[in-house]
């Protein structure tokens, strides 16, 4: 079966402080590997991508995200986190010719003034 | 240029009854895909329609059906509902079939009681 794993439900961080939001994948091929943010009662605002090329990914608001195709791993990090950072992050990945999101359960992320 | 657009914002229902989510397409997107968030859980793929035509179904039951129309907006139909079916249904919107970048409304809170 075809899954992402988002291993930590909570992630709390200083503002100021690096952070980072993991993200495992089980799908087959090559997927596309997608991080999403949403805020209470908002739908999913999209932050980054990967498709192909260098395994850093820069995306919306200063993230970024590592991929590592041995480690089946897609990452997301932040140089200095902000207090308005705290929100749900989720982690998607998509088949190549598929046509949908396999999503993570999410991570909440809390940045501390 | 408007985004992708949702109503209702919430809905409540009684388990038996039928209901009708619609979602708006950002301007020039032909694909639309419905996803089903339970609470605290990620969204899972119901389904994608592209100029009018099912392209893919995820893991539910026929009760779950839907319609593109020719501009591209779109309609979620659930009969039948169960309890199970309370969640956030969100719909995602997307300039190319190929694309899967997708912009999501904001969601419809579906309550059934």
Known sequence: AQSVAQPEDQVNVAEGNPLTVKCTYSVSGNPYLFWYVQYPNRGLQFLLKYITGDNLVKGSYGFEAEFNKSQTSFHLKKPSALVSDSALYFCAASPRGANNLFFGTGTRLTVIP | ?113
């Open chain 2, 1 to 113: 240029e408007t985004g992708v657009t949702q109503s209702p914002t919430h809905l409540i229902k009684t388990r038996g009854q039928q209901v009708t989510l619609r979602c708006s397409s950002q301007s020039g997107h032909n694909t639309v895909s419905w996803y089903q968030q339970a609470l605290g859980q990620g969204p899972q793929f119901i389904f994608q329609y592209y100029r009018e035509e099912e392209n893919g179904r995820g893991n539910f039951p026929p009760r779950f059906s839907g319609l593109q129309f020719p501009n591209y907006s779109s309609e979620l139909n659930v009969n039948a509902l169960e309890l199970d079916d309370s969640a956030l249904y969100l719909c995602a919107s997307s300039p190319r079939l190929a694309d899967n970048e997708q912009f999501f409304g904001p969601g419809t809170r579906l309550t059934v009681l």
